[in-house]
């Protein structure tokens, strides 16, 4: 498998490890900056290795084992490690807030479709005392006829 080593120039001072660390970033082959990866299988378990950052969404072949043997290559697999954790967090904090505006759009289209309902229901009570009122009207209209036939009837 290949591997290709990029390194980014940058201005300031040279003297300062961390810059150079920075600046000094293993390049995978599509161009991406590697991540720090744990072989999880085979002989060389538990052996961090660059890998592409992509990977497995990607036909990247990048895979270079890190033989731990250089104090700077440490230091600088270590703050690969920490990009690479901070790197994952944001990602996973992205989907929880693209999750959390996805459930908010739907809460606010689930409390109108409540107050639609809420309105039905208010005027679905009007109705049923409307239609309550006009039935006992009704009854004692039907009574007051009956009283006004028998008096008829008898005053004949």
């Avoid at 592409?52 to 290559?73: A, H, Q, R, Y």
């Avoid at 693209?98 to 005027?123: R, Y």
């Avoid at 679905?124 to 409307?130: A, C, G, H, S, Y």
């Amino acid at each position: 498998m290949s591997a290709r080593k990029g390194c980014s120039t940058g201005s300031g001072s040279s003297s300062n490890s961390s810059r150079r660390l920075l600046q000094h970033r293993m390049k995978c082959n599509c161009g991406n900056d590697a991540v720090i990866r744990t072989v999880k299988n085979g002989p060389n378990v538990g052996s961090k290795f660059y890998g592409c950052p992509l990977w497995p969404d990607t036909k990247c072949d990048m895979f270079k084992l890190i033989d731990g043997s250089n104090d700077v290559e440490d230091l600088r697999v270590q703050l690969l490690e920490k990009n690479t954790t901070i790197a994952e967090m944001e990602v996973v904090q992205k989907l929880k807030d693209d999750k959390i505006k996805i459930l908010q759009k739907k809460k606010g289209s689930l409390e109108e479709e409540l107050n639609g309902l809420k309105c039905e229901m208010s005027k679905l009570k009007v109705d049923t005392v409307k239609e309550k009122t006009i039935k006992a009207n009704l009854q004692l209209a039907l009574v007051i006829v009956c009283v006004f036939f028998i008096i008829m009837y008898y005053l004949k």
